[in-house]
């Protein structure tokens, strides 16, 4: 059976869990923000870039209000989801609103590296509510294929990214193709995998393998499971662009100044010294 070998706790003031200290065990996924934001029925996350990333978004007990430099405009409700593949660039801002007075701000993120042929491509997206994710028995398949099942949207990656809800004392088996790297986060509960006790809002990394994984739920649990392929490519970034080579990232940054620039003219965005001409 697959275990966990590292388990990562969220530090205080800073909810990546995946960062550049650990993400070449982790490629494609590279960054992983999630968790609880307390004492806040409001988050708004101002103009920032992305280039050469799809940006994957969950949001829970919250809904997400997105706008993009290209024009786009769009409201993500409670547990639907949004794939931003930013390609040569894009900016964006998100509000988070509470679905409830009595309820934090709940986010999951996730970051996963576009392939050569996609990392340099037009920006696009897709907006999904939660009745448009596909769900076999106790699991949502967000991404990827999971018991015979596809996701509504496929993407050209070999990745599973699954939202699983368990009751204490149920045993979930998952098996990925192909060898395998990823991570387990629960965001309710706590979950048993190989003996060792993951729980809420820590983040278990999994053996890169082919083996067979078994997780069961102490306490009634809701947990992601992310798996893909090992990253082939290097990976080069500044800020939140990431590609497989500099002159990739060059002719990104070129587009990013270029719609920060409309931007400041539109007056949407205040001037930056990193975004100069």
Not at 8 to 33: C, Q
Not at 98 to 111: C, F, P, T, V
Not at 220 to 243: E, N, R, T
């Amino acid at each position: 059976m697959r275990e966990i070998t590292q388990i990562i706790e969220r530090k205080a003031n800073h909810a990546a869990y995946i960062n550049h200290k650990i993400r070449h065990l982790l490629a494609p996924f590279v960054l992983f923000d999630a968790g609880k934001v307390t004492g806040k029925k409001r988050l708004m996350i101002d103009w920032h870039p992305h280039s050469g990333v799809a940006t994957v978004t969950m949001p829970y007990d919250a809904k997400l209000i997105h706008q993009d430099s290209m024009g786009h405009k769009g409201t993500i409700e409670d547990q639907g989801l949004q794939w931003m593949a930013s390609g040569k660039g894009i900016w964006h801002k998100e509000i988070y609103e509470a679905s409830h007075e009595q309820q934090d701000i709940g986010i999951m993120q996730l970051w996963v590296l576009l392939p050569p042929d996609e990392e340099v491509a037009s920006s696009r997206y897709f907006n999904l509510k939660n009745s448009d994710i596909i769900q076999t028995g106790n699991t949502r398949i967000l991404l990827g294929a999971f018991q015979g099942k596809q996701a509504c949207h496929k993407i050209n990656q070999d990745i599973s990214y699954l939202d699983i809800n368990l009751k204490a004392g149920e045993s979930w088996y998952f098996q990925h193709k192909t060898q395998s790297r990823g991570f387990i986060y629960p965001r309710t509960g706590s979950l048993n995998i190989g003996g060792i006790q993951l729980n809420t809002e820590h983040l278990g990394l999994l053996e890169e393998n082919t083996q067979e994984l078994k997780v069961t739920a102490i306490t009634d649990s809701q947990f992601v499971l992310a798996a893909s392929a090992p990253w082939p490519h290097k990976i080069v970034h500044q800020y939140g662009q990431m590609h497989t080579n500099m002159l990739a990232l060059d002719l990104a940054s070129d587009e990013i100044r270029h719609q920060a620039k409309q931007l400041q003219q539109a007056g949407s965005l205040a001037f930056s010294p990193l975004f100069k001409q």
